[in-house]
């Protein structure tokens, strides 16, 4: 076996190479009739033909846990109910909007690390001095980061989401089966891991802000509470927006969940 | 992201003859199935048939429009009717509801009869406005800027925008087909979802497992329950 495998290995990079053209331009061929045919006719103004490639086909979804993962989903649906939604009632009421906008900004501007490291790791550099420049400009001109200063230079401004979990993307990792995490919600094994990482690279959860002198352990419980309360209010504008449009809330949420990532990772 | 404003929609007068015929010719390179003479007058309603992005800012400049007036309600006047029925008139004129209904079901379409092909496009039409109308918070006017148009083919284009609202910036793109009436849109993807792909995701299991009546069902219930929930 030894030698065989040593002769796989010497060819392995042409026949690569060649195995990619082929797919390529067997990928390639349907896409060039599928234009042609489209094209061919005069402008259609009869919507919805047989014979077009169907843009909302419903794709494969990973999913064996699903009905853990629907136990789950009713769980932190009681969960948010219950815990979540009064929290965010109680500080939108306690707080104007543009203390809230400021915290928003202040907590987005603290996860620039993860966003960084997504960038580097991805191999996207432009992007990581975007971030940079975004993280600087918001840190200085933005006060400490409560204003997004940076949205005014336009270089600066829709640099796409990046962590730990796009930059697996970009390494040709696939999201995996579909999970709902409890309390965190919706998520799939490939950013749940992407996750975890990104945790450590927020700076309120480094060791060195313990040597800090005159610390308390109150001081990071209560950041990471606030952070939590201050994302609430958007966090279930989103869900419950979702909810309500939703037949099978479940699969709504799946399926946007999966969307949402899918687009993030391409961009 | 650099917005100018249509090409349909700037004056003409002020280009002159050559700038008539510039115009004529930058449209008919913009989109390939209109014809040059038919560019040529360029006035707003026959260039909001050519033109899809014209389409789309005179939907969104009408549904904004709507949803935030100008004027402050006058306290003595009735109160308005809710926002989902004031703008349902706007949304008729620009969305092919029977499109968007055919696309959200899929495969199913062709296997469901014409009574209950009509019935759904009535409910899902509904519940699409209401979506659509509660995305709307009182409060500032969001700000809408038009990216660079994407041919997916000859009759279709996909239209990106950028809506900034309350400090923070979404990304909304449309899908727009050319039908008889002019470019009509049958999708709307907010950040990456596409509401269609949404729906056929829940629709699929229902029509496999229940047919058409599982569809009409289900999208009664959400509506029954919506009702319940707003009393």
Known sequence: ?267 | MKTRPPIAARPVARFGRSGTAALALLLALASPTVPIFAAAPATPPSAAAADPQAMLRGAVDEVLAVAYPEKPADPAAPAPAPLAERVRPVLEKYFSFELLTRSAVGPGWNQTKPDDQKRIITLFTELVIRTYSDKFEPGARPAVTYAKPVEIDAARRELPTSIAYAGKTYSVSYRVRQQPEGWRIYDVNVEGVSMVANYRAQFTPLFDKGGAAAIITAIEKNIADYAAAKK
């Open chain 1, 1 to 267: 076996m030894k030698p065989l495998s040593r002769r796989t290995a010497f060819w392995s990079r042409d026949a690569l190479v060649a195995f990619s053209f082929v797919t390529l331009l067997l990928a390639a061929a349907p896409a060039t009739f599928a234009a042609d045919a489209a094209k061919s006719p005069a402008p259609s103004t009869s919507s919805g033909q047989a014979d077009e490639p169907d843009e909302f086909a419903v794709k494969p979804v990973s999913d064996p846990l699903e009905p853990l993962n629907r136990a789950v989903f009713k769980f932190n649906d009681g969960l948010y109910s219950l815990v979540l939604r009064p929290v965010a009632h109680g500080y939108q009421r306690a707080t104007p909007p543009p203390v809230q906008r400021g915290l928003t900004n202040f907590f987005d501007n603290l996860r620039f690390p993860i966003r960084l490291v997504g960038d580097v790791l991805a191999g996207r550099p432009k992007r990581a001095v975007q971030e940079t420049g975004k993280f600087l400009v918001n840190t200085t001109a933005g006060f400490a980061g409560l204003v997004r200063a940076s949205d005014s230079v336009p270089a600066l401004k829709d640099v796409p989401p990046a962590g730990l979990g796009t930059a697996f993307a970009a390494w040709g990792i696939g999201p995996g089966p579909f999970l709902v995490l409890p309390v965190i919600g919706p998520n799939d094994v490939r950013d749940t891991v992407g996750f975890a990482g990104d945790v450590y690279l927020i700076p309120t959860n480094w060791t060195a802000f313990e040597r800090i002198d005159g610390y308390h352990w109150w001081w990071r419980t209560g950041i990471q509470t606030l952070d939590v309360v201050q994302s609430s209010p958007d966090f279930l504008k989103t869900y419950d927006d979702f909810l309500k449009s939703a037949l099978d809330p479940y699969l709504a949420v799946r399926n946007g969940y999966l969307q949402y990532r899918e687009s993030a990772v391409k961009k």
